[in-house]
């Protein structure tokens, strides 16, 4: 049998089924594929399928461009031309299954016309329909809790994230565009080792900054302004993500009593996580300091995400989540005040649940900085 990437996520892939009654899972989602059997594959429009069955080893549907790549994993093949139906081909795998009566999909992923073409070839010879069941919650949940192996990975990322935040302050000059401050961050994540963004890097300076997604645009950085950065890195597949916020120049009374009312709110959510505490808690901690100081309504987003091969990944940390936290689960804490007169603060730090509380993955400081120009 083939060495698996995470033996043990396959183990409680085929307990589910079980309890279930599932007698194939079909994961088609690329990152999926990769976090279970270590095979990266970017298919565009094409399928690429990995197929577990009850009585069965787990085995591959690949375009054929893709067969030689994916030999070196040790499952079963089958590939499929441009010019065949990969849900055909994949299909006419099951014919030793005497009566097929479950199977598992990623709804999240699969399109309408892929599922309606299973529909069709699995329904073609049976006379009782086929049931379909969810695989995304449970795939999710088993991905939220990292090995200490994934931790690592994903720790050194947000070292990576750190020390070029260490560098920018005192890289920067007043006057620099944000699309330049982008470029150079993301020369710096590169140049230290980083294979990728963990998604678009965000510059955003004065009244940008009150925009949580804003865009960078060409306009040059000013003295007295909110200048916040927004970005992470990819580390052998594991992303991190980090957000700081500084003041060009000397900050004013109100941007001191707003970052601090955010400072505050991620200090606080931070000392709230520890195993058996609610997500929604751990949101609500942050957001009633915020409340307090008067920036409530200015807090127009949840408190973080799930964090890892993905940049958003499972748990939600919002309010109305009752997800409980056990040890090994990643997240973001991310508060932020978003004022259009004053400018916007979110502070972020990447987190791992312990034994018997929190480690704090990133470690710039939190502590208002005024970069001189």
Partial sequence: ???????????????????????????????????????????????????????????????????????????????????????????????????????????????????????????????????FLALDQFLAEVRAVKSADEVAKMKHACQLTDQILEKFCSYFRIGMTERHLVKWIEERA?????????????????????????????????????????????????CSDITRTF???????????????VRLANETALQTIRPGVAASEVDRAARSILEAAGYGPYFTHRLGHGLGIDIHEFPSIHAQNPFVLVPGVTFTVEPGAYVPEVGGVRIEDDVVVTDDGVLTLTSFPKSLIELPG
């Fill in 190 to 238: 590169f140049a230290f080792g980083a294979t990728g963004m963990s998604f678009s890097t965000m510059v955003l300076s004065g009244e940008s900054s009150s925009l949580p997604h804003g865009v960078p645009s060409d306009r040059p950085t000013c003295a007295g302004q909110f200048l916040l950065l927004d970005f992470g890195i990819i580390y052998e597949g594991y």
């Fill in 247 to 261: 003041v060009v120049g000397s900050a004013n009374d109100e941007q001191k009593k707003l970052y601090e009312a």
């Fill in 1 to 131: 049998m083939a060495t698996l990437r995470n033996q043990t996520a396959f183990n409680k892939l085929a307990n589910w089924m079980s309890q279930q009654d599932v007698q194939i899972s079909l994961i088609t989602s690329p990152v999926q594929i990769y976090y279970l059997t270590g095979f990266w594959c970017e298919p565009h429009e094409r399928l690429i399928a990995l197929v577990v069955e009850q009585t069965a080893d787990p085995w591959l549907l690949v375009p054929v461009l893709e067969a030689d790549k994916a030999a070196a994993f040790g499952l079963r093949l089958v590939h499929y031309q441009d010019s065949e139906s990969p849900i055909a081909r994949m299909c006419e795998q099951f014919q030793h299954i005497a009566q097929l009566r479950s199977v598992a999909i990623e709804k999240e992923i699969v399109t309408v016309f892929r599922f309606e073409a299973l529909q069709q070839e699995l329904h073609a010879d049976q006379t009782v329909p086929v049931k």
